[in-house]
């Protein structure tokens, strides 16, 4: 009867391995992780909401637009120096017109374009696995791909990034690769070769999709220089063949996706993007008829280098014939060539760091990874991927292993460098810890495991599985959106009450949420600003603001909390400004705001009485502004140690903020939490203390439409001059005059006024009064 059921258990667990139930049953896990932030209607994260705001305008538009005014005003963006290729916005799109039929909305076609990428994704790299590897390794592989929140976070639904499509267009690529691998026989001797055109279409394609799609060249030819070293060192001279068939492949890729820039749009290191202008001028790179620095780079430098390499290879290996002098060899090369090709070719080290943008920005993107980061993305498959060490045994190691490590090895450099390459490296650690997983397994069975001992190590995998899956679906289910009602209300107020060439200041984060729902124009948006920055702490005046074009303000709780990344963008010492938001912990007779070792104790009162505890020393503030309901008050208070310490209390929301004479004496405080901002400032709205939009008053300039006409008009109209600049689609300059308006309170652009997109400068004399810029057909 044990026997019996033995075998059932035995039978079952192969049949769930069988490539027909497998692949069904990872694609179903892939759905329902990425599928599960639907529950919620609002978008994850920023950057979405600028992409879709983008896709909604041009398709109002009625052609994909290319100068578009709500970005970084007053000046308005080039889509094509900036952004994306046109892939990235036509696919949910064209998602949208499949699904329309069925009532689906844009809104939700966008919301679900990143799950059906992410999962074709799973799908692809277990077809790729299968071909590579076995039945075995493709099933575990492709689970823990599924299942890591390292891949589920950039392909769910609600979430929109471009990455997505390179790792997608990688597993293609891959799946292409695996292709060649399989067939063997006779037949398809030289025909299988045809496969590698699959490799070259699909990075050729990432282009068209994703701004930074490089990645997929770099793993590819990985691919091709460890599949020649596989080769070498186990003495399969035939893989030398595929080897320079997908260096060659990568080379047609690069002139696929030079021919898909010109249509496009292409990434960030081509055209005349400004990183591109930068490295040209620096390298004194002539692009030529290919006009991308990193395609150049790989199609001048890389392909010849990768060629040169295995054909080395392939003459060494008549003349040495032992595999460990093979290996000892390889070692060698290695290290010599890094050193050699990155002291001759600095571009080639610029390459390796990314051409220097690893040390610009401080957001948490561009971090390090930590410990955490690594768990919180890979959960146990960060353990397991070190299992992958014993299928580089002598006895176990196969031409695939190698093939995998050029996967591998630029993904943990990757991993290392930025947090937001966890996402690109997650198919590194799924493909380690499956194939690590089952290597193990196979090592146990080998030591002639009675029944109950391989049961036992089944229920122990099943276990393991469990696990990972538990954690991974407990951490997607934590994800919530950022934006919530309090920013939907205020800015969709914002939108009815305002001008469309009004300009919005609000810390970069939420720039996009400005753009897409109250469709106005922002200071900054997607990257920090230090403009911004400076501003909200009180080092730029009133002055910049006006130069600037701005009209609105946005302050808010969640401002205040990313108060230490407004500090970092201008490297302003955190000691001085100090500013620490504690949440109301209890309110019975005593208010107590607490976190961090900070504490405040609030006794309500005709003369209230407050104490700080701050790291066990005690003592009063100097002021205390109190918000509840719709009153904003300076409270009068009991004290005798008075401190460095100003105090907002907010009991509408239930918290407080402790904050240091020079954080008070800010711009962003002093509109915030007082009642004591300049007179250029009007509050116009306010939710009692989560966010509070300001009205910039100054020499304003409003456009208003009467049919075809366009009128300026001008609120305090203290100006001498109106300058128009009028520019095509592409951002041509066509038309440029400045008009005297000295005493007008109103001015119609005239009909000679030709172009696009329109941008104005109000002045008085040499001073800038107000600027904007607005497309002449609305939007």
Same mark, same amino acid.
């Given at each position: 009867?044990?026997?019996?059921?033995?075998?059932?258990?035995?039978?079952?667990?192969?049949?769930?391995?069988?490539?027909?139930?497998?692949?069904?049953?990872?694609?179903?896990?892939?759905?329902?992780?990425?599928?599960?932030?639907?529950?919620?209607?609002?978008? %994850?994260?920023?950057?979405?909401?600028?992409?879709?705001?983008?896709?909604?305008?041009?398709?109002?538009?009625?052609?994909?637009?290319?100068?578009?005014?709500?970005?970084?005003?007053?000046?308005?963006?080039?889509?094509?120096?900036?952004?994306?290729?046109?892939?990235?916005?036509?696919?949910?799109?064209?998602?949208?017109?499949?699904?329309?039929?069925?009532?689906?909305?844009?809104?939700?076609?966008?919301?679900? =374009?990143?799950?059906?990428?992410?999962?074709?994704?799973?799908?692809?790299?277990?077809?790729?696995?299968?071909?590579?590897?076995?039945?075995?390794?493709?099933?575990?592989?492709? %689970?823990?791909?599924?299942?890591?929140?390292?891949?589920?976070?950039?392909?769910?639904?609600?979430?929109?990034?471009?990455?997505?499509?390179?790792?997608?267009?990688?597993?293609?690529?891959?799946?292409?690769?695996?292709?060649?691998?399989?067939?063997?026989?006779?037949?398809?001797?030289?025909?299988?070769?045809?496969?590698? &055109?699959?490799?070259?279409?699909?990075?050729?394609?990432?282009?068209?999709?994703?701004?930074?799609?490089?990645?997929?060249?770099?793993?590819?030819?990985?691919?091709?220089?460890?599949?020649?070293?596989?080769?070498?060192?186990?003495?399969?001279?035939?893989? *030398?063949?595929?080897?320079?068939?997908? =260096?060659?492949?990568?080379?047609?890729?690069? &002139?696929?996706?030079?021919?898909?820039?010109?249509?496009?749009?292409?990434?960030?290191?081509?055209?005349?993007?400004?990183?591109?202008?930068?490295?040209?001028?620096?390298?004194?790179?002539?692009?030529?008829?290919?006009?991308?620095?990193?395609?150049?780079?790989?199609?001048?430098?890389?392909?010849?280098?990768?060629?040169?390499?295995? &054909?080395?290879?392939?003459?060494?290996?008549?003349?040495?014939?032992?595999?460990?002098?093979?290996?000892?060899?390889?070692?060698?090369?290695?290290?010599?060539?890094?050193?050699?090709?990155?002291?001759?070719?600095?571009?080639?080290?610029?390459?390796?760091?990314?051409?220097?943008?690893?040390?610009?920005?401080?957001?948490?993107?561009?971090?390090?990874?930590? *410990?955490?980061? +690594?768990?919180?993305?890979?959960?146990? @498959?960060?353990?397991?991927?070190?299992?992958?060490?014993?299928?580089?045994?002598?006895?176990?190691?196969?031409?695939?292993?190698?093939?995998?490590?050029? +996967?591998?090895?630029? #993904?943990? /450099?990757?991993?290392? =460098?930025?947090?937001? *390459?966890?996402?690109?490296?997650?198919?590194?650690?799924?493909?380690?810890?499956?194939?690590?997983?089952?290597?193990?397994?196979?090592?146990? #069975?080998?030591?002639?495991?009675?029944?109950?001992?391989?049961?036992?190590?089944?229920?122990?995998?099943?276990?393991?599985?469990?696990?990972?899956?538990?954690?991974?679906?407990?951490?997607?289910?934590?994800?919530?959106?950022?934006?919530?009602?309090?920013?939907?209300?205020?800015?969709?107020?914002?939108?009815?009450?305002?001008?469309?060439?009004?300009?919005?200041?609000?810390?970069?984060?939420?720039?996009?949420?400005?753009?897409?729902?109250?469709?106005?124009?922002?200071?900054?948006?997607?990257?920090?600003?230090?403009?911004?920055?400076?501003?909200?702490?009180?080092?730029?005046?009133?002055?910049?603001?006006?130069?600037?074009?701005?009209?609105?303000?946005?302050?808010?709780?969640?401002?205040?909390?990313?108060?230490?990344?407004?500090?970092?963008?201008?490297?302003?010492?955190?000691?001085?400004?100090? &500013?620490?938001?504690?949440?109301?912990?209890?309110?019975?007779?005593?208010?107590?705001?607490?976190?961090?070792?900070?504490?405040?104790?609030?006794?309500?009162?005709?003369?209230?009485?407050?104490?700080?505890?701050? @790291?066990?020393?005690? *003592?009063?503030?100097?002021?205390?502004?109190?918000?509840?309901?719709?009153?904003?008050?300076?409270?009068?208070?009991?004290?005798?140690?008075?401190?460095?310490?100003?105090?907002?209390?907010?009991?509408?929301?239930?918290?407080?903020?402790?904050? #240091?004479?020079?954080?008070?004496?800010?711009? +962003?405080?002093?509109?915030?939490?007082?009642?004591?901002?300049?007179?250029?400032?009007?509050?116009? /709205?306010?939710?009692?203390?989560?966010?509070?939009?300001?009205?910039?008053?100054?020499?304003?300039?409003?456009?208003?439409?009467?049919? #075809?006409?366009?009128?300026?008009?001008?609120?305090?109209?203290?100006?001498?001059?109106?300058?128009?600049?009028?520019?095509?689609?592409?951002?041509?300059?066509?038309?440029?005059?400045?008009?005297?308006?000295?005493?007008?309170?109103?001015?119609?652009?005239?009909?000679?006024?030709?172009?696009?997109?329109?941008?104005?400068?109000?002045?008085?004399?040499? =001073?800038?009064?107000?600027?904007?810029?607005?497309?002449?057909?609305?939007?």
């Amino acid at each position: 009867m044990r026997n019996e059921k033995f075998e059932k258990v035995v039978n079952l667990s192969g049949r769930i391995l069988e490539p027909r139930y497998a692949l069904s049953f990872v694609v179903i896990i892939a759905a329902i992780f990425r599928l599960l932030p639907l529950r919620y209607h609002y978008l %994850f994260g920023y950057d979405p909401y600028f992409h879709l705001a983008y896709i909604e305008e041009s398709l109002r538009a009625g052609y994909w637009i290319n100068f578009y005014p709500l970005a970084s005003a007053p000046w308005g963006q080039l889509f094509d120096n900036s952004w994306h290729p046109l892939g990235f916005y036509a696919t949910p799109v064209f998602v949208w017109k499949l699904l329309k039929i069925f009532g689906v909305s844009l809104y939700d076609a966008f919301r679900v =374009t990143a799950p059906i990428f992410g999962v074709l994704t799973v799908a692809f790299f277990y077809l790729a696995v299968l071909n590579f590897y076995g039945k075995k390794e493709a099933f575990f592989s492709s %689970f823990f791909l599924a299942i890591m929140y390292g891949h589920v976070f950039r392909s769910m639904a609600n979430y929109y990034r471009g990455d997505n499509y390179m790792l997608f267009w990688y597993s293609v690529a891959l799946f292409g690769i695996s292709l060649a691998f399989k067939y063997k026989r006779r037949a398809w001797r030289y025909k299988r070769y045809m496969f590698y &055109l699959i490799p070259a279409f699909a990075s050729g394609f990432a282009s068209a999709f994703w701004t930074a799609y490089y990645p997929i060249f770099l793993f590819l030819l990985g691919n091709a220089m460890f599949l020649a070293i596989g080769a070498f060192i186990l003495d399969k001279r035939n893989y *030398f063949k595929h080897s320079i068939a997908l =260096t060659l492949s990568t080379a047609l890729g690069v &002139l696929f996706a030079n021919y898909l820039g010109g249509h496009l749009r292409y990434g960030m290191l081509g055209g005349k993007k400004w990183l591109a202008k930068k490295l040209v001028e620096k390298f004194g790179l002539n692009l030529g008829r290919i006009k991308d620095v990193y395609l150049l780079i790989h199609l001048k430098y890389l392909v010849p280098l990768a060629l040169l390499v295995i &054909l080395v290879l392939m003459m060494i290996s008549r003349v040495i014939k032992d595999k460990k002098q093979r290996a000892v060899l390889i070692l060698i090369f290695s290290i010599v060539g890094v050193l050699l090709v990155f002291s001759k070719f600095e571009i080639l080290k610029e390459l390796s760091s990314g051409f220097g943008i690893f040390k610009e920005s401080p957001i948490l993107e561009t971090q390090h990874s930590t *410990f955490s980061d +690594l768990w919180s993305a890979y959960n146990i @498959g960060m353990l397991l991927s070190l299992l992958f060490i014993l299928r580089l045994t002598p006895k176990r190691v196969k031409i695939a292993d190698f093939l995998s490590l050029g +996967l591998i090895f630029p #993904s943990i /450099y990757m991993i290392y =460098t930025w947090t937001r *390459f966890l996402f690109i490296g997650s198919m590194a650690v799924a493909l380690m810890s499956g194939a690590g997983l089952i290597a193990l397994y196979e090592q146990l #069975s080998a030591f002639n495991l009675d029944k109950r001992k391989i049961l036992a190590l089944n229920l122990s995998i099943v276990i393991l599985l469990s696990m990972g899956f538990a954690i991974g679906f407990s951490r997607v289910k934590a994800e919530r959106p950022l934006i919530n009602d309090h920013w939907v209300g205020s800015l969709t107020w914002l939108e009815n009450n305002s001008y469309e060439n009004d300009i919005v200041l609000a810390w970069w984060d939420y720039g996009a949420w400005v753009e897409y729902y109250a469709r106005r124009g922002t200071v900054a948006q997607m990257v920090p600003n230090q403009g911004v920055a400076r501003y909200l702490l009180g080092d730029l005046s009133e002055r910049w603001a006006m130069n600037s074009g701005v009209d609105y303000i946005i302050v808010s709780y969640d401002t205040a909390l990313k108060f230490s990344a407004v500090l970092d963008t201008v490297n302003v010492s955190k000691e001085d400004h100090a &500013l620490v938001v504690l949440p109301l912990v209890s309110k019975f007779g005593t208010l107590l705001f607490e976190k961090d070792g900070y504490k405040i104790v609030a006794q309500p009162g005709e003369r209230w009485q407050i104490l700080v505890n701050a @790291g066990g020393q005690v *003592f009063s503030p100097r002021e205390v502004f109190l918000e509840y309901r719709n009153n904003l008050t300076k409270l009068t208070f009991k004290g005798e140690k008075v401190g460095n310490a100003y105090i907002y209390i907010n009991l509408n929301y239930g918290y407080a903020v402790l904050m #240091s004479e020079k954080t008070f004496n800010t711009t +962003l405080a002093k509109l915030m939490f007082t009642d004591e901002y300049a007179k250029d400032y009007e509050l116009v /709205y306010s939710d009692g203390g989560y966010i509070k939009i300001f009205k910039f008053k100054h020499p304003n300039v409003v456009v208003e439409r009467n049919n #075809s006409e366009i009128i300026f008009k001008f609120e305090n109209a203290t100006g001498t001059d109106l300058g128009v600049f009028a520019y095509l689609e592409n951002g041509t300059l066509v038309f440029e005059k400045w008009y005297p308006v000295k005493d007008l309170k109103e001015f119609e652009l005239p009909a000679e006024v030709n172009g696009t997109i329109i941008r104005y400068i109000y002045s008085k004399k040499k =001073t800038v009064l107000d600027r904007g810029v607005f497309r002449i057909d609305g939007r």
